[in-house]
């Protein structure tokens, strides 16, 4: 009975420097990617930010996308698949901080039409004041 053996062809040496090849393969491949824990805690963040800023009235979709992001990375984490976590948490940064900015950019928005509006009401009280002024 004949078995067949990968290294059978390789001659002293030869059949150690493959066996030592295929043992180093064989390890690096079991080495696993460690968990994306700083990148997990920077989306947290962000989100929190985003959060803070406004984003949930200024920018819930970006807030929305960033939020899915997150939990799909927790799941990864969970699954123990720590690239696709990281990758993950990446776009839920990225997410965060442009819901952060739209948020920034609405509530900068909603404070000058606020104080364009403020403008209008006292220029038509200066306004009416002159005119009662003039009537005197």
């Keep these: 009975m004949y078995f067949f053996s990968p290294l059978a062809g390789f001659p002293g040496r030869s059949r ?3 066996a030592a090849l295929a043992l180093t393969l064989a390890l690096t ?9 700083d990148s997990m805690t920077l989306a947290q963040n962000q989100l929190q930010a985003a959060r803070d800023a ?18 799909q990375a927790q799941a990864a984490m969970a699954e123990r698949k720590y690239a696709a976590a990281a990758d993950l948490a990446e776009e839920s940064s990225a997410d965060a901080e442009l819901a952060r900015t739209k948020a920034r950019l609405g509530a900068a928005r909603a404070q000058m039409q606020s104080k364009l ?4 009401r006292l220029r038509r009280e200066g306004e009416q004041l002159a ?4 009537q005197m």
């Design 117 to 120: 509006q403020e403008n209008t």
């Design 54 to 71: 406004g984003a949930a009235d200024y920018a819930p979709v970006d807030l929305g996308f960033a939020q899915d992001k997150f939990q």
């Design 16 to 18: 150690m420097a493959a």
């Design 29 to 37: 491949g079991c080495a696993t990617v460690p968990p994306p824990n």
């Design 131 to 134: 005119t009662r002024q003039q």
